[in-house]
């Protein structure tokens, strides 16, 4: 897990000429201390604040910032906020303000970027301040793959946009920016999760800004984020409430147990359990270890979460449902030759042991038989593909998708900068999406994969079918079915599922060394 290292300045006090002074940006470097002390997992030795006298000369900026630099890791989150005055100089771009000189703001950006840190997150509420580019990231290829990609890059979220002002709020007695960002952090925080994505507080701010703008329309906020990390940010947090989900795995002369799931619900105790047989079996000879296994496993401490752990501890298993094949690749490919219930006599039977035309009930075992069992098994077996070949294609897909995806969100970002509107990210991405759908369908013809790179190729298909989703929101084919707030709900979530299944691929990457 990286170490989170900050550094935030706030300033309050000038002697250039023009600008008046900001008492309140002590209390925005204050707010945004607090935040990540109550909410990330951040030492407070890692937190470097200047500002709080009110005055940063430049020259001290400078030389503080470049000695902090070197304590920065590789494998770090590096996070710089300011608060101050900013504005847009003719043939100069934006600058800061420091409190005797100017400092440029892409320049400033541009150092931060060159940082060894793997993501940088820089955050201006600063008049003007949406007024900077971000430079390409890496650029993912199917040699160095996932890992220098990944996660890595530099994303700068700035509190208005190249022609608007920064405000203080009027009750809260910091930035208006500063106060959303910190609200939208904390309560990502509050969910206590092992992380929390900067995509979603990203998202958060934008809810919360839309409904200020919408109240306040003489104090309108456009916050404006650019990014060039592959994938996002994420922050580890405070003392995360992580629920570890047991199973259990044992070994008979004429059967394993492979696992045992809790499926509970409601307050019936329901645990699926998935078994290999080791030979042929007739359905008595099923029903029986059938019996055997439900025994063992009735008591056993499956949860899904600790509230289920208080109510069904000690108790034994109303339902279990059994899974049964002969060999590993039915464990890895969920295919079944058998399928069992049992409940006991307190649930609706006549639903849980309904008849069918390949199924009976034995020794009160209800047994369904998977009739097309040997045809998928030769199905299989004729359509595995070789080892080496499918990691090559699924690797030279999965980098294009993913070139496809960055471009993709890299447009809706403007989008939601207000930058562009929904015609014209709808008319930026017409030439992008036809080639997410080709290469979608590319993938879905490949061949099954053997059974030791299975759930690499499936994190695969679920990273390049999450973003074929990408095609459905501002495609001119679907604009009819949805409602503008509707399709960006939907991107936003979406856009988490990708990030979500690039982290999935790039750990089942590192499993097979890859």
Partial sequence: MSTIKAFLVGVSNYTVPGLHDLPFCRD?????????????????????VLGWSGIVDSSAFLSRFASFQPFIKEDDTFIFYFSGHGG??????????????????????????????????????????????????????DEEWLEPFVNSGCAVFASSSKSQESC????????????????????????KRETVS????????????DRWNQAHPDMVQNPIFRSNIGGTIMFPTKDPSIYHVNTVVSDHDDYMICSVEPVHFANVKRLRVRAMLKHEVTPEE???INWKIIKEVSYADVYQSKIAEKRFKGKPANIVFCFFGYDIDDMTNSTYAYRTTWTDHNQDRKHWYAPSKHSMDIQDIHIDINDGYSSIKAFEKAHTGDRQTIIGEEKRIVAEVIKLAQNVIGEYNEYCNSEIDESELISRLKSILPQIEELFFEESDLDIPPTDIH???????????TVH?????????????????????CMDMTISRYHDDLNKLEEESKKLGI
Avoid: M
């Fill in 28 to 48: 925005d470097i204050a707010l945004v201390r607090r935040t990540l002390l109550d909410g990330a997992d951040i030492d407070p030795s890692d937190i470097t």
């Fill in 168 to 191: 203080l709020h009027p009750e809260q007695g910091v930035s208006i920016f500063t106060y959303f960002f910190c609200l939208a952090a904390r309560n990502c925080f509050t969910i």
């Fill in 469 to 489: 989703d990408f095609t459905y929101f501002y495609n001119q084919k679907y604009l009819n079915t949805r409602t503008p707030e509707n399709r960006r709900q």
């Fill in 455 to 465: 759930d690499w190729a499936y994190a695969c298909t679920a990273l390049v079918g």
């Fill in 198 to 209: 900067l995509d979603r507080i990203r998202e958060v701010v934008f809810v919360l800004l």
């Fill in 286 to 288: 099923l029903a029986a």
């Fill in 88 to 141: 847009n100089l003719p043939d100069k771009g934006h600058v800061l303000a420091f409190s005797n000189k100017f400092v440029l703001t892409q320049e400033l950006i541009d150092v931060i970027t060159g940082i060894k840190a793997k993501n940088k997150l820089v955050i201006l509420d600063a008049c003007f301040s949406g007024n900077y580019e971000i430079v390409p990231g890496t650029i993912i290829n």
